[in-house]
Structures are given as C-alpha cells and as structure tokens.
C-alpha cells in the first residue's frame, strides 16, 4: 500500500490538465472567460483561477464547464495527449485527511457517458456532491471500512466492505466515514 501511495502522490494533480484543457477549449469555442462564466454559472475570477492551476475547483463546478464546453466531465481532466478515456488514472479530488481522494480511472461510453473511480474517505471525512442530471446513477462497491452514503429522499445507508450500492443521484447527496479507519470503495458514475 505504501508504494502505491507514493505513486498517488507522485502523479500530477488533475487540476493541471484542467487548466490547460479548459483554456485550450475556450480558445477552440471562441469564448472569453467572462463568456464562458456565464454560460457555466461561475465567476469569471474562477474561470482565471482555473485557467491559472490556482483554484479549488469542485467536482460539480467542473460538470457545469464540461457542460458549456460541450464536453464530456473525463475530456476536461484527462491529460491532453491522451487520445482517449480507457486509461485517465487521475487524481481528481483530495479531502482534508491525506487518507482521502477520489481517482478517475477510466471511462467508457454508455448512453452518454460511464466513469469508473477509485475512492478513499479518511476517519470523519465527508464528499457533499450536488444533484446531477435526471438519469444518472451511482454504482458504489466498498473494497474496505464502511461508507455511509446520505441522500435527501432516503434513510442514511450504511455500506460495509463486500457491500455495494445502486442510486440515482438526481438529488443532492454525500458520502461519509463515520468510522474510525479510512473507507476505500470503487465508484462507478453512469450517464
């Protein structure tokens, strides 16, 4: 587990790619920041900060780019020479705790679009997500420790390693360690 802790250390962040994916695309759609801003719902600042490597971009904030770039989530935080998405292994968020992150690995095509993401939630750790759009679907198999995943229409579910669970992600929802030791699942997003 060490080493491969120190590759994920060691692989750069994917907010480098986004950077330049985002501006390479912009550029491409003939769109000034302050365009782009608006049609993504963010400020023309965080458009700077994102073009620049220096913002705290969020996961949702990222899906409402891709959105207005007319570009699928995977193509924004892929490294840019790759010429497709079976193989991303990017580092795509880091929580407070070193023993959180989330990795997109690789995506495929399914009615739009399916990512496959390795996950880790340190002790106490929480990954609030925004609601997607209607059809898409969590598919989440928990590897280690137990994950608690709440969403507004449902009862907190508990899901202990060897267990998996399926939701549409149409509402707002998050993932939790309630525990005492790191949570490590596999997350598949369908769409």
Do not use: C, K
């Amino acid at each position: 587990m060490h080493s491969q802790d120190a590759a994920i250390h060691d692989r750069p962040d994917v907010l480098a790619h986004v950077a330049g994916n985002v501006r390479a695309l912009r550029a491409e759609r003939g769109l000034s920041q302050d365009g782009l801003a608006a049609q993504a719902g963010v400020s023309r600042r965080m458009i700077s900060g994102i073009e620049s490597g220096e913002a705290n971009v969020s996961l949702s904030t990222l899906d409402r780019l891709a959105q207005a770039l007319d570009v699928s989530f995977s193509r924004l935080v892929r490294p840019p020479d790759m010429r497709d998405n079976s193989r991303i292994d990017s580092l795509a968020w880091r929580g407070t705790s070193p023993d959180s992150r989330a990795t997109l690995l690789g995506t495929v095509p399914a009615a739009r679009e399916a990512e496959l993401w390795t996950w880790s939630l340190g002790a106490g750790e929480v990954y609030p997500a925004e609601a997607d759009a209607a059809n898409w679907h969590e598919m989440l198999y928990v590897v280690e420790g137990v994950l608690t995943v709440e969403r507004d229409d449902a009862a907190p579910a508990r899901v202990a390693a060897g267990d998996f669970l399926i939701f549409t992600s149409d509402r707002p929802y998050l993932f939790a360690n309630r525990e005492t030791v790191p949570v490590r699942f596999v997350r598949n997003v369908v769409f």
